[in-house]
């Protein structure tokens, strides 16, 4: 029903502004073009946003007081038509002649003073403020009623006809002692409906207070294009000043709808810090234009063009630092939040530059710029389909509970998303601004976690190979020492048993002593093969398996071992680690005695070996000592060669373990 009667308005104040140029048109009129094409363009305006908000909102008073203030611009267009059509001696009453001449004069209160006051007052949600404000309202409503009505009593000639005298006026000081109250109303409504919105905005949060700031842009503009248009009458020309004139008083209804409609559209913020950077580049770029202009004009005289020429020359080279800087300028003081964020993303991005920084830090530096503490960047990795966070972690779900999450993409390429308090979305410049600033960090931090996610994983498959040789190792020599050694020994008893029965010092027993003898050299060097694909003393740990290490050596050792365990995988690297640098110290340092410790420290098994040699060890493709540090660094871990010539040799593996 609410639908129908707002259509119904709409499309009645469409018939009278029809019914009016048709009226204008059938008498041949052409006065006051210029007021009927505004008051037009205020009846579609009116009309337009009016049905789209009652029908959207029905409960919302604002579109019913616009769709009323387009009917009422439809009859005041319509009683001018009227007016202008009997004056110019078409047919038709005297009576309702003049009476159009007379609701002419005063029509504007419809649609100037209504939505001055109660679009104010009532502005977005239709509502007052508090029951505190209903003074207010039924002063505006007073002020335009009693000032329409008294308006329309006063005596003499009416205005916009001047050869009619108003038919209903009244010479009494009555009447004007109450337009006088009647003025005063209407001020204390205008006053108090403008203080009104801006108490609502200084309270509002949220969605409200983006909707008011579309009212005031609107607002602010019409004011400034009016006073503007009003002191540049003369240079820009009538037309001109009444056409921009017009144009933004209408911003004001266009404005209030897409506010109640669609003010998520676009942000304001935005388009008021846009409008002030290029409004002000403008008038910056018109002024250097001209004074370039006027300089050279006066010093090369008048019909040269280099004049023209270099002040077009000034305006493109200084276009990009002066809107860098006017943009500067509004943001500190327009968009606080705003330049602090950039401001802190360029220092972040200097100290990033000269080493300070690590892009790692990227988002905690972007939670710090735009004020969310709780802000999470991951990254996303393509090739692996999944987010990782800074320390490379495969993230299986964003968080999604009371967050809202920004993708960030340089061209067609995703990097990275942006998990953040939703509240941030109601300021998309301050997040979009600081993210596209601080783009080429993520960029880099993405290309860095990714890189140190596939090391990581060349890490642990490494590990996971020696991982593996170890246990393949291990099984290994147990299949020696329970197969073939047990098996070789049980021979060698069988032999000796045989031996046994045989004359003592005969040639078979004999022969049968040497092959014992040969088969006990081969029992031995079985075992030696053994012990060196897996040494069976690290069954009882490594601190045995050291010692006995140390007992077979043919120098001096001494040993100091932790007698806490460790995983198989480090135990038997830090063992061969010893068995290696011992070979070398008695092969080729010449050295006479050796250290060996290993020790727990730092989290980690640090094996050392000290000997008194001739020191100039060094690491050399295909040495013992470039197989140790290739063997520790599958594990994690590294390998340190001290050996100055003459000075002895200190070999220190640190391997990574579990605390």
Request: charged residues 20%; glycine residues 10%.
């Amino acid at each position: 029903m609410k639908a129908r009667l707002a259509w119904g308005l709409a499309a009645s104040a469409l018939v009278l502004l029809v019914t009016a140029h048709v009226v204008s048109v059938a008498g041949g009129g052409d006065l006051n073009l210029e007021s009927r094409v505004f008051t037009s363009a205020i009846t579609l305006v009116f009309a337009g946003v009016g049905v789209l908000i009652a029908v959207r909102e029905p409960r919302n008073a604002i579109g019913w007081i616009f769709l009323g203030s387009a009917v009422g611009a439809g009859l005041g267009s319509l009683a001018g038509s009227y007016a202008d059509y009997w004056l110019d001696g078409g047919s038709g009453s005297k009576g309702l002649g003049e009476a159009a001449a007379a609701y002419q004069e005063v029509s504007w209160m419809a649609f100037i003073l209504v939505p001055s006051t109660f679009l104010l007052l009532l502005f977005p949600d239709g509502r007052l403020l508090s029951p505190r404000w209903r003074p207010v309202a039924w002063c505006a409503a007073l002020g335009i009623a009693g000032t329409f009505v008294l308006s329309g009593l006063e005596p003499g000639p009416i205005p916009d006809h001047p050869e009619l005298m108003n038919p209903y006026g009244v010479d009494s000081p009555l009447l004007d002692a109450l337009e006088g109250l009647a003025v005063l109303a209407l001020v204390i409504g205008l006053l108090g409906s403008a203080l009104s919105l801006i108490l609502r905005f200084r309270r509002a949060r949220g969605e409200q207070r983006e909707q008011i700031k579309w009212l005031a842009f609107a607002g602010a503009v019409a004011v400034v294009t009016v006073l503007i248009g009003t002191a540049l009458y003369d240079v820009v020309g009538e037309t001109a000043a009444n056409v921009a004139i017009m144009l933004s008083v209408l911003a004001l209804p266009a404005a209030t709808g897409v506010a109640i409609l669609h003010h998520g559209l676009y942000d304001i913020d935005v388009v008021i810090n846009r409008t002030l950077v290029y409004a002000a580049l403008t008038a910056g770029l018109a002024t250097i234009y001209a004074a370039v202009s006027l300089a050279l004009g006066v010093a090369l005289g008048a019909g040269s063009t280099l004049p023209t020429a270099a002040a077009t020359l000034a305006v493109a080279v200084a276009f990009r630092p002066l809107r860098a800087r006017l943009q500067l300028v509004v943001d500190r003081r327009f968009d606080r939040a705003r330049y602090e964020g950039l401001r802190r993303i360029e220092r972040f991005l200097e100290d990033l530059r000269a080493g300070r920084a690590a892009p790692e830090a990227t988002g905690e530096m972007i939670a710090q710029a735009v004020g969310d503490p709780r802000l999470e960047l991951f990254f996303w990795l393509p090739e692996a389909h999944l987010h990782v966070d800074a320390a490379g972690r495969a993230v299986d779900e964003l968080p999604a509970a009371g967050r809202a999450v920004t993708p960030v993409r340089r061209g067609t390429l995703e990097l990275a998303s942006v998990v953040h308090d939703p509240a941030l979305a109601e300021h998309p410049d301050l997040l979009e601004s600081v993210i596209s600033a601080a783009g080429l960090a993520i960029e880099i931090a993405r290309l860095r976690v990714e890189v140190r996610r596939q090391l990581a994983q060349v890490e642990a498959s490494r590990a996971r190979i020696v991982a593996v040789g170890y246990e393949e190792r291990r099984r290994l020599e147990r299949d020696l020492h329970d197969g073939a050694q047990q098996r070789l020994v049980s021979i060698g008893l069988a032999l000796r048993d045989v031996q046994r029965r045989l004359e003592p010092g005969s040639a078979p027993a004999t022969e049968l002593d040497a092959t014992v003898a040969e088969l006990a050299v081969a029992i031995e060097e079985l075992r030696e093969l053994a012990r060196g694909v897996r040494p069976a003393g690290l069954d009882d740990g490594l601190a045995t398996a050291l010692r006995e290490l140390a007992a077979r050596s043919s120098l001096r050792a001494r040993v100091e071992a932790t007698d806490e365990r460790f995983p198989d995988s480090l135990e038997t690297a830090a063992y061969f680690v010893a068995s290696e640098a011992l070979t070398n110290a008695a092969k080729h340092a010449r050295a006479s005695e050796v250290a060996v410790s290993a020790v727990r420290r730092n989290g980690s098994l640090v094996v050392r070996v000290r000997d008194d040699g001739i020191g100039g060890a060094q690491p050399s493709a295909g040495s013992g000592l470039m197989g140790m540090t290739d063997r520790v660094a599958a594990l994690g871990g590294t390998v340190s060669v001290d050996s100055p010539r003459g000075g002895g040799t200190i070999i220190t593996a640190e391997l990574p373990c579990e605390s």
